[in-house]
């Protein structure tokens, strides 16, 4: 039953009921404590009137009619029906105003009587007398050799002389309010705390995303919660980017499969149409021993540039592979873009006339990069390549379009056919031909662009191609410096 009901109260709940049970338990001990010391301080007052009264009558102990006549000016005065006995120091009655009406046996065991004779001065909030039957409250002192003890009857009157003042009473229930409202407060704030964060530990058991300006109240408690949260937070953020990170890398190695098949499948695609022409010419010749010197010299020929293209097929894919698999050990230098640039129009210069294409630049002074020469050179070459063999062009354009801190944008473009819109988005992939039967009779291996790409990805860049201005094909891609 009890385990019942503190499930289903909550802990600020619990904490003020605790709190206000301690509260009244503190506060009823005060009030007992207070109550006697306060029945106490007045008893004593009483007692020192008595006391007063108790020397006057020590004073004229031998005048019994003095003493009368005292007692019946007391009794008018201040304290009806006040009773007062002489005691001897054996215990003997020698006075009492009731005398006439009771025989009075020997007082020397009476406490008041007895603690008298040992220290001059007792009193007795309240005892039963066995002479007169009644309560009476008992005040006594020691004088010349006798006891004097004065009584009142313990009667309403004297109740409310002894009685603890209300207004103490009221007092303290207004201090008990006051506290009970201000421990109300207090533990409402440490409830909410207590209630969110446990609001927040059961999320975050279901891994729900918390947000880490969970809001608390500003003490301590709400502080070590927020940075409870915000570390949960941040964990749950770190995780999130771990297993992005993780997703991400999955992803890449089976792209990176994928890609692998897929340029082994092209690759072993690519290899059968040259490996297959040079077998049918050298089989012909061997088979074919009359065969013409012209037409065996002509198979040679075609057998040659078959050769030619394979041993370019195998350059490119080494250099794809190297990109790839390799990219960490690829060391960078200091490379001139302009002596690069130079050396392709002087290459390009010594083609025959219907290969050559003219090529117009910007970049009229050196252009610094971090990179390595061989991909900074395969770039800007295999885009002229690409140009001279699929353009249908006369110019290349090589300019630098903008210069940051951080890096340099290329533009390179032809005045050629162009390329139609639909093949934009997938002519940087290994092998993709937009039109493959002219390709290859031109000799192209279908990588060079995926090789520019990879290049410029490796250079911290990105590129993209456009029709140009022009008519033709326009790449616009940067390097960073």
């Known amino acids: 039953m009890a385990t019942g009901l503190k499930t289903k109260l909550s802990f600020h709940k619990r904490l003020l009921i605790f709190l206000f049970l301690s509260l009244c338990f503190f506060l009823l001990c005060f009030f007992i404590f207070q109550y006697h010391r306060e029945k106490i301080f007045k008893a004593e007052q009483i007692n020192f009137k008595l006391q007063i009264f108790n020397a006057q009558v020590g004073n004229i102990i031998s005048d019994i009619n003095s003493i009368i006549s005292l007692v019946e000016e007391k009794q008018e005065s201040e304290f009806k029906n006040l009773r007062l006995t002489i005691i001897d120091s054996l215990g003997n009655v020698v006075f009492d105003t009731e005398q006439d009406n009771f025989h009075f046996s020997n007082h020397s065991n009476r406490p008041e009587v007895k603690t008298a004779l040992e220290n001059g001065t007792a009193y007795t909030i309240r005892r039963h007398s066995e002479t007169t039957n009644n309560d009476y409250f008992y005040s006594s002192k020691k004088v010349n050799g006798y006891i004097v003890r004065s009584a009142i009857p313990y009667s309403l009157p004297l109740t409310e002389l002894l009685k603890v003042d209300k207004d103490f009473l009221w007092f303290m229930i207004i201090i008990a309010s006051i506290i009970g409202i201000v421990i109300y407060a207090f533990t409402q704030q440490l409830g909410q705390n207590i209630k969110r964060l446990r609001h927040f530990a059961l999320r975050a058991e279901k891994g729900e995303i918390i947000d880490e300006n969970e809001y608390f109240h500003t003490d301590e408690l709400g502080e070590i919660s927020r940075f409870i949260v915000k570390m949960y937070s941040r964990l749950q953020q770190a ?191 290994r092998f993709y031909r937009v039109d493959k039967g002219r390709s290859r009779k031109l000799g192209g291996t279908g990588l060079g662009l995926a090789i520019v790409k990879n290049a410029i990805i490796f250079h911290g860049g990105a590129i993209t191609a456009k029709a140009s201005e022009s008519g033709g094909l326009e790449f616009v891609f940067n390097i960073k410096k």
């Open 239 to 429: 995780k999130i980017d771990l297993d992005k990170e993780k997703q991400e890398i999955l992803f890449y190695e089976k792209e990176k499969n994928r890609i692998k098949k897929q340029l082994t499948q092209n690759i072993n695609h690519e290899l059968k149409t040259p490996v297959s022409s040079i077998h049918g010419y050298l089989e012909t010749i061997l088979c074919n021993p009359e065969i013409s010197k012209e037409q065996m010299l002509d198979f040679i020929k075609k057998s040659y540039s078959q050769t030619n293209r394979l041993s370019q097929l195998l350059k490119d894919v080494a250099t794809l592979t190297r990109i790839d698999e390799a990219n960490a050990l690829i060391e960078k230098q200091s490379v001139d873009i302009n002596e690069i640039l130079v050396e392709i129009i002087n290459d390009v210069a010594l083609l025959p006339a219907d290969k050559r294409m003219r090529i117009s630049t910007n970049i009229n002074k050196p252009v610094i990069v971090q990179g390595n020469p061989a991909l900074l050179h395969s770039i800007f070459r295999n885009l002229t390549d690409n140009a001279i063999i699929h353009s249908g062009g006369r110019d290349i354009f090589i300019n630098i379009t903008a210069e940051t801190e951080k890096d340099y944008t290329f533009s390179f473009s032809d005045n050629g056919t162009g390329v139609e819109q639909k093949h934009l988005s997938r002519i940087f992939e």
